[in-house]
């Protein structure tokens, strides 16, 4: 579903934004650092210094409305450069199992930051790409 380019452009950007929505439709946009493999980007919550992170307003969306989508994108004061990319499709929440585990390791790789973190029992937001839209300049930085 990807193309190699978008795929390539995704691999270079190190945060984007994960948009839900609650059963009213009231919008929720936050950044995240995630990974996309195959048809899913996955998105772990992680240490949160107040509170328990399970209850996170994203996680809450989702088990209310699981439609979201995710953007990643490259602002450049020259317009020629600008370019994004957008998944969107059906959110789930990973609270265990092999695909958990996967999607854990993925984003450990990929972000040293969660090496001192201990995010294993935490939850991942897989979304299930069933749509993708880009836009612009996607060629290397």
Known sequence: MLSEKERSFL???????????????????????????????????DQKPKGDPR????LRNILDNPVAAFVADRYDEDWSRLGW?????????????????????????RYAQYGN???GGLPVIAIRIARVTSWGDLAAD
């Open 55 to 58: 209850r996170l307003k994203r």
């Open 85 to 109: 990319v957008m998944l969107r499709g059906r959110a789930e929440i990973l609270s265990e199992g092999n695909e958990h585990d996967r999607a854990q390791s993925l984003l450990k790789a």
């Open 11 to 45: 691999a270079r950007r190190r945060v984007g934004h994960l948009a839900t929505a609650d059963a009213r439709g009231t919008p929720h946009l936050v950044p995240v650092c995630f990974a996309v493999t195959g048809n899913a980007v996955y998105i772990t919550i």
């Open 117 to 119: 973190m201990q995010i």
